[in-house]
Nanobody
Framework: QVQLVESGGGLVQTGGSLRLSCIAS????????MGWSRQAPDNGTDFLAM???????TYSDRVMGRATISKDNTQHAVFLQMKKRKLDDSTVYYC???????WGPGTQVTVSS
């Protein structure tokens, strides 16, 4: 059973940056598209970014220019670096294997003024 576990959440001030990590256990991620989403105010999820097995990246407009998704296949890890944090960036961030529709439990990010 593949498991995804996020880490790196916490408290950050507005304007600051935070790097989230996601470790995939039980499966090599090099052939999969991995992504990040976050909980939306209506309790749905908002897509943020994804990276294909070939390393092609896609970003949503809400984080374009502020976020960088990357991965390290040898560590089975996916990262999301976000800078210029805003108050409404406060929420739970989730890692996802797009191909298998596997989600991690999420990591909380809180942005303070």
């Amino acid at each position: 059973q593949v498991q995804l576990v996020e880490s790196g959440g916490g408290l950050v001030q507005t304007g600051g940056s935070l790097r989230l990590s996601c470790i995939a256990s039980g499966r090599d991620i090099s052939d999969y598209t991995m992504g990040w989403s976050r909980q939306a105010p209506d309790n749905g999820t908002d897509f943020l970014a994804m990276i294909s097995g070939f390393g092609r990246t896609t970003y949503s407009d809400r984080v374009m220019g502020r976020a960088t998704i990357s991965k390290d296949n040898t560590q089975h890890a996916v990262f999301l670096q976000m800078k210029k944090r805003k108050l409404d960036d406060s929420t739970v961030y989730y890692c996802k294997n797009v191909n298998t529709q596997t989600w991690g439990p999420g990591t909380q990010v809180t942005v303070s003024s």
